[in-house]
T-cell receptor, first 108, second 114 residues
Framework: GQQVMQIPQYQHVQEGEDFTTYCNSSTTLSNIQWYKQRPGGHPVFLIQLVKSGEVKKQKRLTFQFGEAKKNSSLHITATQTTDVGTYFCAGSNNDMRFGAGTRLTVKP | EADIYQTPRYLVIGTGKKITLECSQTMGHDKMYWYQQDPGMELHLIHYSYGVNSTEKGDLSSESTVSRIRTEHFPLTLESARPSHTSQYLC?????????????FGDGTRLSIL
């Protein structure tokens, strides 16, 4: 069945450094979504990508969907302590599958 | 903020007890989900529903059951709690019956079985 792999599992950065998490699917996806879960909180929907090669930006966050619609990335420029949390991708065909998440910690 | 509510927020209870975790949403969403998650770790889908009278098992084998008698209500029941059930349980809902719509999560129930 459809699987969504996400790497890295953990990432620790110094404040101001960039951060990227990657998501790969074994099958072509109809769309991919990204969520953020703050420590002690619940996952919150950030964005959805639908088109092949699509790039979307939210302030310091850049989301990309691969040309083959099998992979995606989330890049954060100049991390801040408020970026701390776990970032999940979720790939969808008929059903949505969440990746295992990347836990980001930021040292001030 | 999404209108999806879970109760209780925290529950500490002894082994063997029957537990029901409540989840309600006021958005009229058709599809609802239950996930089990250790803090900050992977989300494991345990049950989902396409709508009233629909219940499906997820990827994670679970000793729990669910029901969907009303659109807005999707309770999760553990007939006999065990320490291995200690975890966080997250309820979510999404619009329509397709699996590709954004999911809105509740605040979760943190369950500890002694």
């Amino acid at each position: 069945g459809q699987q969504v792999m996400q790497i890295p599992q953990y990432q620790h950065v110094q404040e101001g450094e960039d951060f990227t998490t990657y998501c790969n699917s074994s099958t072509t996806l109809s769309n991919i979504q990204w969520y953020k879960q703050r420590p002690g909180g619940h996952p919150v929907f950030l964005i959805q990508l639908v088109k092949s090669g699509e790039v979307k930006k939210q302030k310091r966050l850049t989301f990309q969907f691969g040309e083959a619609k099998k992979n995606s990335s989330l890049h954060i420029t100049a991390t801040q302590t408020t970026d701390v949390g776990t970032y999940f991708c979720a790939g969808s065909n008929n059903d949505m599958r969440f990746g295992a998440g990347t836990r980001l910690t930021v040292k001030p | 903020e999404a209108d999806i509510y879970q109760t209780p927020r925290y529950l500490v209870i002894g082994t063997g007890k029957k537990i029901t975790l409540e989840c309600s949403q006021t958005m009229g969403h058709d599809k609802m989900y239950w996930y089990q998650q250790d803090p900050g770790m992977e989300l494991h889908l345990i049950h989902y529903s396409y709508g009233v009278n629909s219940t499906e098992k997820g990827d994670l084998s679970s000793e729990s059951t669910v029901s969907r008698i009303r659109t807005e209500h999707f309770p999760l029941t553990l007939e006999s709690a065990r320490p291995s059930h200690t975890s966080q349980y997250l309820c979510a809902s999404s619009q329509g019956v397709a699996g590709n719509q954004p999911q809105h999560f509740g605040d979760g129930t943190r369950l500890s079985i002694l």
